[in-house]
């Protein structure tokens, strides 16, 4: 395909007259050694970095296998304490960094007292009583819905 420089050249033109010379300029052509230098510099300092990111990671050799070790990144803590039910909702996190419980004993036992709670206050074993009902309604959700996709599965394979 042979390229029509007449059409380049008017469409350069078109171009620069509505935005200006620079957007149709080359950029070597404003291009100066100091600026180079400052390339190469942020070049080798990001590559400095990703090799120390490289060699965080540490490998160890079982016979011929090279085997990643896993960092043991802190786990965040998702069971609330008052209550021992663990949250899936991300409005949970909230209440859990700011007052170490969930979104609903925030409601019950936190709202509107927060001077008790922070000076160290806690419900009792004798005044919380977990809701029951609710963790094996929960439980028996997921494990129906878990049946129900395989059946799912099965139905289309055979389909």
Not at 77 to 96: E, G, Q, W
Not at 123 to 152: F, H, M, N, S, W
Request: charged content about 35%; hydrophobic content about 30%.
């Amino acid at each position: 395909m042979k390229k029509d420089l007449n059409y380049v050249a008017a469409v350069e033109k078109a171009i620069s007259e509505k935005y200006g010379k620079e957007a149709v300029q080359d950029f070597r052509s404003t291009w100066e050694t100091e600026r180079e230098e400052s390339y190469l510099v942020q070049l080798k300092n990001r590559r400095t970095k990703l090799q120390t990111l490289k060699d965080r990671k540490k490998f160890f050799l079982v016979g011929d296998v090279e085997i990643k070790k896993k960092h043991n990144a802190e786990q965040p803590n998702r069971t609330c304490p008052v209550c021992k039910t663990y949250s899936f909702s991300s409005r949970d996190d909230l209440y859990m960094n700011r007052f170490e419980c969930c979104e609903q004993c925030y409601v019950n036992y936190v709202e509107f007292r927060e001077d008790r709670w922070n000076s160290g206050w806690r419900p009792q074993d004798g005044e919380y009583k977990p809701p029951l009902i609710k963790t094996i309604l929960k439980t028996c959700k997921a494990y129906i819905y878990r049946i129900y996709r395989r059946v799912k599965k099965w139905l289309i394979f055979w389909t």
